[in-house]
């Protein structure tokens, strides 16, 4: 009985590196769509507006915030 879990469990491994190695791509594809915003002062690419908020506060807190607008070109 011991030997059938034994090859369950490595099935069961084989999947899940089978399925990290299939998101791991799609995951990568997803994250470069997902950079809408870049930072012009630094050319940060952001997720989005919010979190380029969040980074010009942080980063250039000096420099007037550009508008949604300007941080998508
Ligand atoms: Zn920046």
Known sequence: MARGLQKEE???KAQAAAKAKAGGKS???T???AFKVKCRKCM???SDY???TEH???KH???PM???EEAKM
């Open 10 to 12: 490595s099935q069961k």
């Open 56 to 58: 010009w506060n942080a």
């Open 66 to 68: 550009p508008t949604e």
């Open 31 to 33: 994250r470069e769509a």
């Open 44 to 46: 940060l690419p952001l």
């Open 50 to 52: 919010k979190n380029f």
């Open 27 to 29: 995951n990568l594809k």
């Open 61 to 63: 807190p000096k420099d």
